[in-house]
């Protein structure tokens, strides 16, 4: 059996959920979520959102002793993660594409939101469908006050935006931040804008996901969160930019490349 500690936001969640998924695939056996980290008050207050999905994984939080203990020992991709056999129970983020990209139909079908439509107006899904929708991701909240994690300027959004300008003609742009104020002060763009604020009663990371999801293209910060939303993106020729290293302390280019697809473009966001 695979046993996949679960941690962080809904976009490491995913990380570690796609990569366990894989082992249990290719090892035929039973994959169970360890949702133990979620009740511990010492942990960055986050939920378990896996529940946006129509899959229905099983949750097992006994079984960690039962296996044997791989723990991540690097950001990058390690290999040798592909070719555990037997009872593991993972612990790590996992953020490499490579560790799932042989299973991408089965991850996309797990992966499906059941109403990504909801409370959307015919004019707004018709924006958020066209060819020229573009979601940008601004990763701030706690990545502020770290001093650990990079965040990305104005002036990256602003390269990023021109630069999507000169493949999409008059593109249309969705933003989604957790700090949807700051982006509203700070970022103007000459393109029709979008800002993401309205939540009601719906999970705020779930509608952001959802709405993501329906884009065409993506301009994404240093986010797992940015991150899934342009994976699982289904329009074959989304165009995807992201920021170069540093991600955060200690980060490389390596890791960087590790994490992000072939085909999706880097930009620097340093010194510009």
């Known amino acids: 059996m695979i046993v996949v500690r679960l941690r962080g936001g809904l976009g490491n969640q995913l990380l570690q959920y796609a990569t366990a998924k894989r082992l249990s695939f290719v090892n035929k056996t039973e994959l169970y979520l360890d949702t133990r980290w979620f009740d511990n008050p010492d942990c960055v207050a986050r939920d378990y959102g896996l529940d946006l999905f129509t899959m229905q994984p099983k949750i097992d939080n006994t079984l960690h002793d039962k296996c044997e ?34 299973i991408t139909s089965i991850l996309k079908e797990d992966l499906t939101i059941a109403n990504p439509y909801q409370g959307l107006s015919p004019e707004f899904i018709h924006k958020i469908s066209s060819p020229r929708s573009v979601a940008i991701n601004v990763r701030r909240g706690d990545f502020v ?69 329906l884009c065409s293209n993506y301009i994404i910060s240093n986010s797992s969160f940015g991150w899934w939303g342009a994976w699982l993106g289904n329009n074959i020729g ?25 085909k999706w473009m880097q930009i620097e966001w340093e010194n510009i």
Request: net charge negative; aromatic share 14%; with cysteine.
């Open 238 to 262: 989304k165009i995807v930019i992201a920021p170069k290293a540093p991600w955060f302390t200690g980060d490389t280019q390596a890791n960087v490349d590790d994490r992000l697809p072939p």
């Open 69 to 102: 203990h791989v723990k991540e020992k690097m950001y990058g991709f390690d290999p040798s993660i592909l070719n555990l056999k037997g009872d593991i129970f993972l612990d790590g983020s996992w953020w490499a594409w490579r560790y799932f990209s042989d």
């Open 145 to 213: 006050s770290s001093n650990f994690h990079s965040v990305m300027p104005v002036e990256y959004f602003q390269s990023a935006v021109r630069l999507i300008s000169t493949k999409i003609n008059q593109p249309i742009l969705f933003v989604v931040s957790d700090d949807i104020e700051w982006c509203k002060n700070n970022l103007m763009f000459e393109h029709e804008t979008f800002f993401i604020d309205s939540y009601e009663n719906e999970n705020k990371a779930h509608k952001d996901m959802r709405l993501l999801t």
